[in-house]
């Protein structure tokens, strides 16, 4: 593998509704849960900082003034599109953001992806070195999603297979995109990992990096886990 193009747009889904969490107590919209004191957004924000993409777009539902109003007063330094819609699916949230990014690589993540910030900037790295014009996924053999999205990862770290019930990986909400943007189908998708799928099955170039520890937060457990696992201090979160 070589180096690719650097990274300098980025992309933050954060258009849930945090159902679940809310059932579970959260009065706050998703982007604005705290894991370790700090909301989800603040964590992704730390992420990108930290791997030099100031450029961002995010989409947020119109139910989620909260974080509107907070990413008011810390997007300083950020050249910041926030997108603020409430859309039919995760594809249709997805592909908004995408759009937004194309003509330059990318990466995506959601906003309810949690991961160390050094592993955040492994994956930009090691997602360089794929071909230009494929997507690259994160993966985790962390499994604490109620619903996970399984693959199976080949020996050139090309996904053979995505979906279904078993595989050796799961994927971790974050994506790289190639400069020319998605591939296109006639076909609509309900869910992003649905269009995901797809890719995979048409033969479309996705690989996959390979991270230590993800925690998908969508229930209030979930931010006990990550919590526990060392997310606590705004020191631990921005890797200094």
Not at 234 to 239: A, F, W
Request: net charge neutral.
């Amino acid at each position: 593998m070589t180096d690719g193009p650097e990274i300098l747009r980025g992309g933050i889904i954060a258009a849930g509704q945090g159902t679940r969490l809310k059932a579970d107590g959260h009065a706050a919209s998703k982007p604005m849960t705290l894991v370790g004191g700090r909301p989800l957004i603040a964590h992704a924000l730390d992420r990108f900082r930290a791997a030099g993409v100031r450029r961002l777009t995010i989409i947020i539902n119109e139910t989620s003034d909260d974080c509107r109003r907070w990413l008011d007063g810390h997007s300083a330094g950020l050249d910041l599109d926030l997108i603020v819609r409430t859309t039919s699916s995760s594809y249709a949230s997805f592909a908004l953001v995408a759009a937004r990014l194309a003509g330059a690589p990318a990466l995506i993540t959601t906003v309810d992806s949690i991961l160390p910030v050094a592993d955040f900037c492994r994956f930009v790295n090691a997602a360089a070195g794929f071909p230009d014009d494929a997507v690259v996924l994160g993966l985790t053999g962390l499994v604490d999603d109620d619903n996970p999205l399984w693959t199976t990862l080949g020996p050139d770290g090309r996904i053979a297979s995505l979906g279904g019930k078993s595989g050796s990986h799961v994927t971790a909400g974050l994506y790289r995109l190639p400069a020319g943007g998605l591939a296109k189908s006639a076909a609509g998708f309900a869910r992003l990992r649905d269009y995901l799928k797809w890719l995979v099955d048409e033969g479309q170039p996705v690989y996959g990096v390979l991270l230590p520890v993800v925690f998908d937060i969508d229930r209030a457990r979930d931010v006990a886990a990550a919590e526990a696992a060392g997310f606590r201090r705004e020191r631990e979160n921005v890797g200094e």
